[in-house]
Nanobody, 128 residues
Framework: QVQLVESGGGLVQAGGSLRLSCAASGRSFSRYSMGWFRQAPGKERAFVAAISWSGSNTYYTDSVKGRFTISRDNAKSTVYLQMNSLKPEDTAVYYC?????????????????????WGQGTQVTVSS
């Protein structure tokens, strides 16, 4: 069992920055790939970024490349999403997720169904 708790969301003006955190507890966090997803009103949950167990491999959806950075601190069992140059279209509930079925893999997945633990989400609102 893995418990995930996101924090760091809020209201920010376009062009601003936020850093989301996702604190994990339970099973060995450091073994697993982690991902960030987001869901805007009326839309399906969408992949944002993922990071491998060691942090050596990362992947981003095209719309956030160069603006968002995913990182992790295994000693603190925490994964982060640094979001810069925010745009109104980044407004969504952001979720972190753990993919625990392939420990120690460097291969990353963008498919929500392959992540088996989820946090409760944190709202990010970007005003224009």
């Amino acid at each position: 069992q893995v418990q995930l708790v996101e924090s760091g969301g809020g209201l920010v003006q376009a062009g601003g920055s936020l850093r989301l955190s996702c604190a994990a507890s339970g099973r060995s966090f450091s073994r697993y790939s982690m991902g960030w997803f987001r869901q805007a009103p009326g839309k399906e949950r969408a992949f944002v970024a993922a990071i491998s167990w060691s942090g050596s491999n990362t992947y981003y959806t095209d719309s956030v490349k160069g603006r968002f950075t995913i990182s992790r601190d295994n000693a603190k069992s925490t994964v982060y999403l640094q979001m810069n140059s925010l745009k109104p279209e980044d407004t969504a509930v952001y979720y972190c997720a753990a993919e625990t079925r392939r420990p120690y893999t460097v291969a990353l997945t963008t498919t929500a169904a392959e992540y088996d633990y989820w946090g409760q989400g944190t709202q990010v609102t970007v005003s224009s």
